[in-house]
């Protein structure tokens, strides 16, 4: 599954969502990323992400389809923010099922970096001195 | 016409989001964004400098691609990076 939305979500709820539903899993492995208060010695305000709408979905649903045949996992999710988020506040989880722990963890680091590689979502930082879009990724 | 859509920082650089180009036959992707730089007044640079990828009807496509009239072509800056 994998969404893009502008509202919060709640971890618990997705977390314990996908376990129920495979009783054969004996890994449910996440990734949260959230937004930190400094960047490159600056105070962090806000983040605004900015997505291409159409292709952001279709690349979440490709990324998720993708990782469901190469990883040995029972199943995936990506939930993506767009849109204003504020210091503390959830930008992306990705959760995965699997029989077994190895490859639910390297599935879902598989995930973010490509997700950051190939989804058409922007951040745009605003500090106290201006804001900028972070492009770099290393 | 083919419609091309800015993102991020290119949208900034460009001082606009979207850029019209006419068509009249299959065109390269790399010939569109002359187009497109010389009809909003812009230099060429800074549509293609600064791109990750390009893509034409939300898949990507190599520069040399033909874009066709109707088309939706999308210039697409590094995505949200990030450590």
Same mark, same amino acid.
């Given at each position: 599954?994998?969404?893009?939305?502008r509202?919060?979500?709640?971890?618990?709820?997705e977390?314990?969502g996908l376990?129920?539903?495979?009783?054969?899993?004996?890994?449910?492995?996440?990734?949260?990323?959230?937004?930190?208060?400094?960047?490159?010695?600056?105070d962090?305000?806000k983040?605004?992400?900015?997505?291409?709408?159409?292709?952001?979905e279709?690349e979440?649903d490709?990324?998720?389809r993708?990782?469901?045949g190469q990883?040995?996992i029972?199943?995936c999710?990506?939930i993506?923010?767009f849109?204003e988020?504020?210091v503390?506040?959830?930008?992306?989880?990705i959760?995965?099922?699997?029989a077994?722990?190895p490859?639910?963890?390297?599935?879902?680091?598989?995930m973010i970096?490509?997700?950051k590689?190939?989804?058409p979502?922007?951040k745009n930082?605003f500090?106290?001195?201006?804001r900028?879009?972070?492009?770099?990724?290393? | 016409?083919? /419609?091309i859509? !800015?993102f991020?920082?290119?949208?900034d650089?460009a001082?606009?989001?979207r &850029?019209?180009?006419p068509l009249t @036959?299959?065109?390269?992707? /790399?010939?569109v !964004?002359?187009?497109?730089?010389a009809?909003?007044?812009?230099?060429?640079? &800074?549509?293609?400098r600064?791109? @990750?990828l390009?893509?034409v009807n939300?898949?990507?496509?190599?520069?040399d691609?033909?874009?066709?009239?109707?088309d939706e072509?999308?210039?697409?800056p590094?995505?949200?990076?990030?450590r």
């Open positions: 599954m994998a969404r893009l939305q509202e919060d979500f709640d971890i618990g709820v977390i314990r376990a129920d539903r495979y009783p054969g899993a004996g890994a449910v492995v996440s990734f949260l990323g959230t937004v930190r208060d400094f960047s490159k010695g600056e962090i305000q983040l605004v992400f900015e997505s291409y709408e159409g292709m952001a279709k979440l490709r990324l998720e993708d990782a469901r990883f040995d029972l199943d999710l990506v993506h923010r849109g988020v504020g503390g506040d959830n930008i992306v989880l959760v995965v099922a699997s077994h722990r490859a639910g963890f390297e599935a879902c680091r598989w970096e490509e997700l590689r190939r989804v979502i922007w930082e500090t106290t001195t201006g900028h879009w972070v492009e770099e990724h290393p | 016409m083919a /419609r859509l !800015l991020a920082s290119i949208k650089r001082g606009t989001g &850029i019209d180009v @036959a299959p065109t390269p992707l /790399r010939a !964004l002359a187009k497109a730089a009809a909003a007044g812009i230099e060429e640079g &800074i549509l293609s600064g791109c @990750a390009f893509a939300q898949e990507t496509v190599p520069l691609h033909l874009v066709n009239d109707g072509v999308a210039l697409l590094p995505m949200s990076g990030g």
